[in-house]
T-cell receptor, first 110, second 115 residues
């Protein structure tokens, strides 16, 4: 998985609780991305980062925030989890235009 | 923004047959088109990509074709094997500049290769 780890790999939480997912890379790539994958929708971009402290919104950013304080880590936070955020979350890293994906985090919000 | 449509949603073939998956995109400015293979429980893996200055690209049993005029691109897998069974995704983006490589994905195709 191209030097990308995601943690946790599985998480079950309750509605209204905060959740933080972590993406860690060892490739020193500038670009990092968070996607969610849902049946029938493919992968949809949540947020992305083009450098330390440089982030921007993607297609489905409502209810999510991100932070990148160092090159290797990109955090995705659900401030108050909802059932609609039950999904599989993938982190990707990019070098120019080519992206490589991590193993994913399966999140269930009850 | 970009919209990518992928067909078919499921594809079943016999081992040794060819498989073709097609995608159309809406933004004529898009110039980079990767294909990903996703096995159960794993993240998507890049298998081949094509840029808008090229009409076709091959890598062993896999090939991708691009028709910029019609705004569609296709994945061709020849001599399919059971290990080709997976979900395949196409994607499109405007590479370079301030697009930051943001990919728009198709909905995916579940390919099943029967021995």
């Amino acid at each position: 998985d191209a030097g990308i780890t995601q943690s946790p790999r599985h998480k079950v939480t309750e509605t209204g609780t905060p959740v933080t997912l972590r993406c860690h890379q060892t490739e020193n790539h500038r670009y990092m991305y968070w996607y969610r994958q849902d049946p029938g929708h493919g992968l949809r971009l949540i947020h992305y980062s083009y450098g330390v402290k440089d982030t921007d919104k993607g297609e489905v950013s409502d209810g999510y925030s991100v932070s990148r304080s160092k090159t290797e880590d990109f955090l995705l936070t659900l401030e108050s989890a909802t059932s609609s955020q039950t999904s599989v979350y993938f982190c990707a890293i990019g070098y120019t235009d080519t992206q490589y994906f991590g193993p994913g985090t399966r999140l269930t919000v009850l | 923004g970009e919209n990518v449509e992928q067909h078919p949603s499921t594809l079943s073939v016999q081992e040794g047959d060819s498989a073709v998956i097609k995608c159309t995109y809406s933004d004529s400015a898009s110039n980079y088109f990767p294909w990903y293979k996703q096995e159960l429980g794993k993240g998507p893996q890049l298998i081949i990509d094509i840029r808008s200055n090229v009409g076709e690209k091959k890598d062993q049993r896999i090939a991708v074709t691009l028709n910029k005029t019609a705004k569609h691109f296709s994945l061709h897998i020849t001599e399919t094997q059971p290990e080709d069974s997976a979900v395949y995704f196409c994607a499109a983006t405007l590479a370079g500049g301030t697009s930051y490589g943001k990919l728009t994905f198709g909905q995916g195709t579940i390919l099943t290769v029967h021995p």
